[in-house]
């Protein structure tokens, strides 16, 4: 049998499986246009926000060293955003853990 013929008796076994199954049939239909609504809702009652692009402070990775990695862990616990780049974002600073203790 070709793949159409297949597909096409499988489509037709189950419209017939569905329509015999009126409840069913409309608890599967309503349900996702149910969600979409409250979607919709939700999207209505809090609209988008313009927020300014956020820039965090460096932060060393293991590979840095223990104590470095634990320094930016412990000094950084809040994560701050700031509006601008900050001192370890310009070009071509790999770092700026100089003067940590």
């Given amino acids: 049998m070709a793949v159409g013929t297949q597909l096409g008796l499988l489509l037709w076994k189950n ?3 569905r329509r015999r ?3 069913q049939l409309a608890i599967e239909l309503l349900w996702p246009l149910f969600l979409f609504f409250i979607l919709i809702a939700v999207r209505q ?3 988008p926000f313009k927020q300014h692009e956020c820039h965090f402070p460096n932060k060393a990775l293991p590979s ?3 104590l ?3 320094q930016g862990i412990v000094c950084n616990v809040n994560n701050p955003c700031f509006r601008h780049p900050t001192a370890g974002e310009a ?3 790999v770092g700026n853990f100089e003067g940590s203790l």
């Fill in 64 to 66: 840095a060293g223990t």
């Fill in 91 to 93: 070009p071509g600073v």
């Fill in 21 to 23: 199954q009126r409840i």
């Fill in 45 to 47: 009652s809090h609209p």
């Fill in 68 to 70: 470095p990695w634990l």
């Fill in 15 to 17: 419209f017939t499986y």
